[in-house]
């Protein structure tokens, strides 16, 4: 019997969940199509607009998903309440613990395919429409376009003069160090990463500083073989939005390893867990809500505490997040702290609940 009292309220949660889900989506979508309007130019035109916006929803989907799943929650079990089902349960010898068990399983299978949108499908789609968007209003026949970027590997310092999707970076210059002394200077006309991730100087001109002058070299192609391969340079061109959470792993090691500052992508990388943790709560919070007065009150009722509750979430995290990157925070503590506040919540309502 418990279990088919759980799929029950599973598919009530889910369902929920699922059109206020698509309504916020909808609502998204619109204002983010109509932002890009003002963008258009060259080649990108209403069409390209519209297959931005589209190619944005999976991500945008993964941020409104802790609201959809509160909101949701509360519409489907409110309504089980205002039809006295959740009393029967009560009556029947379930406990509070066992339908927060129930409600919570519900929010399991929610937290995992929360997960699997926020590491396969969103950030691949937004990355892709990102560079769609730049090469249709810039890139009109113009081979010079791309994006200028500095790396740094160990000792050496690289200036991409033009990085294009090919992975042709134009002219490049480096700059090797020794002991914080600068050892040479060297320029390439042409430069690039081939599929064995080495990267090939063409008409390359190193200047080297010696303690009884300066040497000047020359050669018409060069092979260099750099710690910064085509995944990290890509993650360096990306938006955190834009990449997994495996690949802000995986440079934000990068960075450490090289002593740079890598608050941004830890920031990002521990919001999205916290955020996909969250989606976990949601539901048990819900259940907590219409044991009280929700459970006589109407649908308007249920949909203005979520979407209050939903908005101090949505506006404390992002808060927090930007606040942490600006004075310097702990990217954990700043990330977490609004999800473990809403756990605390959670398990207070549900203590009070006879």
């Known amino acids: 019997m418990t279990g088919i009292l759980s799929q029950y309220m599973m598919r009530t949660i889910l369902s929920s969940t699922a059109l206020v889900l698509v309504v916020l989506l909808a609502l998204a979508g619109l204002f983010e199509f109509i932002a890009e309007l003002d963008d258009t130019q060259g080649d990108y035109q209403t069409a390209q607009a519209i297959l931005y ?20 929650s509360l519409l489907g079990l409110g309504a089980l309440a205002g039809n006295s089902e959740i009393i029967v349960m009560r009556s029947a010898g379930l406990s509070v613990s066992e339908m927060a068990g129930m409600v919570a399983f519900s929010g399991g299978v929610m937290l995992v395919l929360t997960g699997l949108l926020g590491e396969f499908i969103g950030p691949p789609l937004d990355f892709y429409a990102r560079n769609m968007r730049v090469e249709a209003r810039y890139q009109q026949g113009d081979d010079h376009t791309g994006n200028e970027t500095w790396v740094k590997d160990g000792s ?89 959470a495996r690949e802000l792993l995986t440079y934000i090691d990068y960075l450490d390893r090289n002593s740079l500052d890598a608050t941004k992508y830890e920031t990002e990388f521990w919001y999205r867990v916290s955020r996909t943790f969250t989606v976990l709560i949601m539901p048990i919070l819900a259940l907590a809500f219409v044991f009280g007065s929700l459970r006589t009150g109407g649908a308007g009722g249920r949909l203005m505490i979520g979407v209050v509750i939903g908005l101090a979430y949505y506006l404390a995290s992002e808060t927090l997040a930007n606040s942490g990157q600006v004075f310097n925070l702990n990217p954990i503590l700043v990330t977490w702290l609004p999800s473990v506040t809403l756990t605390a919540i959670t398990l207070f309502a549900l203590s009070r609940i006879r």
Not at 57 to 72: Q, V, W
């Open 156 to 244: 050496v310092y690289l200036h991409l003069e033009r990085v294009s999707p090919e992975l042709e970076f134009g002219s490049l210059y480096m700059y090797r160090f020794e002991d914080d002394k600068l050892q040479s200077i060297a320029v390439a006309e042409n430069s690039g990463i081939d599929k064995d991730d080495n990267w090939i100087l063409e008409n390359l001109r190193e200047t080297q500083f010696q303690r009884d002058g300066v040497q000047v070299l020359q050669s018409s192609r060069s092979i260099e073989s750099f710690e910064v391969n085509s995944d990290l340079l890509g993650s360096a061109l990306a938006k955190p939005l834009s990449l997994s």
């Open 53 to 72: 916006t589209a190619l944005r929803l999976p991500n945008l989907a993964f941020e409104m998903l802790p609201i959809a799943a509160l909101i949701g």
